[in-house]
């Protein structure tokens, strides 16, 4: 045994260490179905109690939708539960391969390939379609997994600055004897709620004949007037060299991710992309749900017009409270309190108001940077956000930073 | 101030500070401890000492605590500096 006392010792300091410095994350115990109204156990141990939940990616109230349960439960009954197998020895299902084409058809590419997560997808495209010869110019605030893609990727890396489109130009320039480049972006960023700007970016590519890549998880279903992501948002609809995204957000909520784009790419990644070629399918049921999800937005925009209905609402009631928060127009709403214990106690008090809502400091944001990042649902009602907003301003009041800009917030941080 | 620092500090200014960012960068703020550089995007930081000053940092070296102060970053390139002289 390897485990002995010196080694649990010296792993119980690191976990000690990181209580010291109020970055600890407990869980908290969900007792129903995810939508706008949940029963959280919290803390462990204690009764059982209804909230409004306001921090899910639940974003067109999909997540427990009874179609969407009874077509899996379909799906259960006719494909069975699990595939036992990687997608290319004897996991690929007559199933697999049409959500591939719905989802190649919705967001306007040549193909599309599944995979077990979106963390998955960005894990692997990289290393399967570019090498050493090529150059990846990352917005500096783009998905951690894609982070850790492109670490696993031999081709040169570079950075710009967020949403500089200066600074992408500068870059583009410098990387001209490359091969080839690649843009790489998020379509939403997951921490701010803003969104990337599609436009200059493809018109920046086309002009340094630079491919782009998008990862639009937080963006697919509701961004643009039928909700195809944030390339139909900004009008560059069928312009996206590769997007990657996930059905565990709007999309129906349970897991699954894909690669979709131009055919030769999306091939690469069949034949190489590791965790295409080394992880299970994506289960049959979650399959059968996901198609269920398309028929959904296909048919009608009735939930990501009320979605956006909900976001512009739910950020006029913040505002109005006296909230510092991060401008944008996506239904991601981070409510800034910069310090790291804060936006714990301010979770925590907004919980013991009926309010589910968690506190994201270090690592997840940068230091300095905590805040209870709210994210709105087409399943919330406008009763819903009225008394989530009259939370807030009760809480917002009792910790006295109602009314406070940043540089005022900020001075009182301590991490 | 000597030309290596000047031109390692305006860099990172340049690089990694928006133009509204009041900080000042001097010789010993904390670039990635500090927030201002991530490791994430020091490749372009280590790219540039590098071809500036034609020297070749082994990843062993192009660590984020070498790279997380401007004097620290002057050091290696000094170090660096002198071992190309060395070889030739």
């Known amino acids: ?415 | 101030m000597d030309e290596i620092t000047k031109v390692v500090r305006d860099y990172i200014v340049r690089e990694y500070l928006e133009e509204d960012d009041e900080r000042t960068i001097t010789d010993t703020t904390p670039l990635i401890s500090g927030g201002i550089v991530d490791s994430f995007s020091m490749v372009s930081l280590l790219r540039f000492i590098e071809k500036k000053y034609s020297i070749d940092i082994p990843d062993q070296c192009a660590t984020p605590e070498a790279f997380d102060t401007v004097e620290r970053i002057v050091e290696l390139v000094r170090r660096f500096q002198k071992a190309e002289v060395t070889k030739s």
């Open chain 1, 1 to 415: 045994m390897s485990f002995v006392d010196t080694v649990r010792h010296r792993y119980q300091t690191d976990l000690e260490g990181i209580k010291a410095a109020g970055l600890f994350k407990g869980e908290r115990y969900i007792h129903s179905p995810q939508s706008s109204e949940i029963e959280v156990e919290f803390p462990v141990g204690s009764a059982v109690r209804k909230c409004i939940n306001v921090c899910a990616n639940n974003y067109l109230g999909l997540s427990s939708h009874p179609e969407v349960v009874a077509a899996a439960h379909a799906g259960l009954d006719t494909r069975g539960y699990g595939m036992s197998s990687v997608r290319f020895i004897c996991g690929t299902q007559d199933i697999h391969r049409e959500l591939e084409n719905r989802l190649t058809a919705f967001l306007g590419t040549e193909d599309t390939l599944l995979f077990p997560s979106c963390m998955d997808a960005n894990a692997g495209f990289f290393e399967a379609c570019l090498n050493e010869q090529d150059v990846m110019i990352a917005d500096r605030l783009v998905h951690a997994s894609i982070v850790d893609g492109m670490r696993l990727c031999k081709a040169m890396q570079d950075t710009y600055k967020h949403s500089d489109m200066g600074h992408l130009e500068e870059k583009l320039q410098e990387h001209q004897d490359k091969r080839s480049r690649m843009v790489i972006t998020d379509g939403v960023f997951s921490m701010d709620g803003d969104t990337a700007r599609m436009a200059d970016i493809v018109a920046l590519a086309e002009k340094y004949n630079a491919m782009v890549f998008l990862d639009d998880s937080h963006a697919t279903g509701f961004m643009g007037k039928t909700g195809r992501g944030t390339h139909e948002h900004c009008g560059v609809f069928g312009k996206i060299d590769v997007i990657t995204t996930t059905l565990g957000k709007a999309l129906g909520g349970a897991s699954g991710g894909c690669v979709s784009g131009r055919r030769e790419l999306v091939e690469l990644c069949r034949q190489r992309a590791r965790p295409y070629l080394f992880s299970n399918a994506v289960a049959p049921v979650i399959v059968a749900g996901a198609l269920k999800v398309m028929d959904l937005i296909g048919a009608s925009t009735d939930r990501r017009d009320k979605l956006e209905w909900n976001a512009r609402y739910w950020r006029g009631l913040l505002k109005e409270a006296g909230l510092d928060l991060k401008e944008g127009d996506t239904p991601i709403v981070p409510v800034m309190l910069y310090d790291a214990k804060l936006s714990q106690d301010f979770a925590r008090d907004l919980f013991d108001e009926g309010v589910y809502a968690v506190g994201f400091f270090f690592p997840v944001v940068p230091k300095g940077q905590a805040r209870i990042r709210t994210q709105l649902s087409a399943a919330h009602e406008k009763h819903h956000l009225d008394a989530a907003a009259e939370a807030f301003k009760k809480v917002g009041k009792k910790h006295g930073i109602l009314g406070l800009g940043r540089k005022e917030l900020m001075a009182r941080a301590v991490a």
